[in-house]
């Protein structure tokens, strides 16, 4: 009784190898099959259709903003100290920059307000550049199918009258700001 136990057993051992074998087997013959028919995308498509890219609106446009001042504005210091607490280098914090902004604006606005010293990071003390505000109009030009100018007037006392606008351009699937263009409003 134990003997026909055992080989009832490795007998249905054996039919789940055979059974999950041919499973697979069918399931590579309809992936070659859509592969060869073209329903699915080739390594020559890895540009997203214009379809698939999501159009960029206000509220992401001031998502990014929001995103980009609280990441290079608005870091965590240790102490009393203009030391960053999250990054030891100017490298460090452009990479953790790189999925809202493009290289070359994290650079020069890192640049602009951080120094390196003794393997630390320090922002230098001094006023940020504008920023488009939520509680303001802005307008959105589009300059072509990967690049919007999103821009604001605004006034302040140690500005005065300013326009802001922000370049937005699709990149690695997804909208970063690529550029900043501020200019006095006589």
Not at 83 to 94: G, P
Request: charged letters at 30%; proline letters at 4%; glycine letters at 4%.
């Amino acid at each position: 009784m134990l003997l026909f136990k055992r080989s009832s057993v490795i007998m249905l051992l054996l039919a789940l190898v055979l059974i999950t074998g041919c499973v697979n087997s069918n399931e590579q013959v309809v992936e070659k099959h859509e592969k060869s028919a073209g329903d699915t995308p080739t390594e020559k498509e890895d540009k997203p259709l214009e379809a698939d890219k999501e159009p960029l609106t206000q509220t992401r446009a001031l998502e990014i903003e929001a995103a980009f001042f609280d990441q290079l504005y608005t870091p965590e210091t240790v102490g009393k100290t203009n030391e960053i607490k999250a990054y030891q280098s100017k490298e460090a914090l452009i990479e953790a920059t790189l999925a809202i902004a493009s290289r070359e604006l994290v650079t020069q606005h890192v640049d602009d307000y951080y120094r390196e010293e003794d393997g630390s990071l320090y922002v230098v003390p001094k006023d940020g550049p504008a920023k488009l505000l939520s509680d303001l109009p802005v307008s959105i030009n589009r300059v072509d199918e990967d690049t919007y100018h999103v821009s604001q007037q605004n006034e302040n006392e140690l500005r005065g009258p300013y326009i802001l606008t922000v370049e937005f351009s699709w990149i690695d699937d997804a909208w970063k700001m690529t550029d900043r263009i501020f200019e006095v409003d006589n």
